[in-house]
């Protein structure tokens, strides 16, 4: 099992270039999230994912697109970067269904840079 | 808006120490309890959890948590502190009626020294 899986690991991008970042898990797990992690401000939701065909606003949704491809697929879009947008992005996955809902498991995260 | 907080932002410990970090949520209701860590350079992994029963849970390495209900706080201890748990550590809370969705405390880097 490889688990949660993100792609790319690193990018750098100008202001107002788009981007996808890409999320897949292999772990049979129905609900998926996005986070982006700030120095001082811990993990941020930015949106989810509950079950396969439906997708949700977290905390901080702005500027972001999100698709939930399939179970296994949940990518990040950023239309229009801004230097706003430079964090560390992290994909999880978990299993929703009724409380007490369970842990979720983490990707390896997306270090994004925007200029 | 529900919240959680962790008020230790840098602990910086000796080998052998014992440790404590606090987290503290608002809500007065059912919660799904836990601590993640972050190790430099990797993904999130899942310390410890709590959902209901003994309130003194124990995770993995050495860790466990006590929650109590009166005072809304879930604090993360060890004994004996190593080297190798120099980490950020996270506190992260489901409220009910949110779906699943975790609340993350800011996260306490913890420095051990030999």
């Known amino acids: 099992n490889a688990g949660v899986t993100q792609t790319p690991k690193f990018q750098v991008l100008k202001t107002g270039q788009s981007m996808t970042l890409q999320c897949a898990q292999d772990?049979?797990?129905?609900?998926m999230y996005w986070y982006r992690q700030d120095p001082g401000m811990g993990l941020r939701l930015i949106y989810y994912?509950?079950?396969?065909?439906?997708?949700d606003k977290g905390e901080v949704p702005n500027g972001y697109n999100v698709s939930r491809l399939n179970k296994r697929e949940f990518s990040l879009r950023l239309e229009s970067a801004a230097p706003s947008q430079t964090s560390v992005y992290f994909c999880a996955s978990g299993l929703a269904g009724i409380w007490p809902y369970n842990e979720q498991f983490f990707g390896p995260g997306t270090r994004l840079t925007v200029l | 808006a529900q919240s959680v907080s962790q008020h230790n932002h840098h602990v910086i410990l000796s080998e052998a120490a014992s440790l404590e970090l606090g987290c503290n949520y608002s809500y007065g209701g059912t919660v799904n309890l836990f601590w993640y860590v972050q190790y430099p350079g990797q993904h999130l992994q899942l310390l410890l959890k709590y959902f209901s029963g003994d309130p003194l849970v124990k995770g993995i390495k050495g860790f466990e948590a006590e929650f109590i209900k009166s005072k809304f706080s879930f604090n993360l201890r060890k004994p004996s502190v190593q080297w190798s748990d120099t980490a950020e550590y996270f506190c992260?809370?489901?409220?009910?009626?949110?779906?699943?969705?975790?609340?993350f405390g800011t996260g306490t880097r913890l420095q051990v020294t030999l």
């Open positions: 994912s509950a079950s396969e065909g439906t997708t």
């Open positions: 992260a809370v489901i409220f009910t009626g949110t779906a699943s969705k975790l609340t």
């Open positions: 772990m049979n797990h129905n609900s």
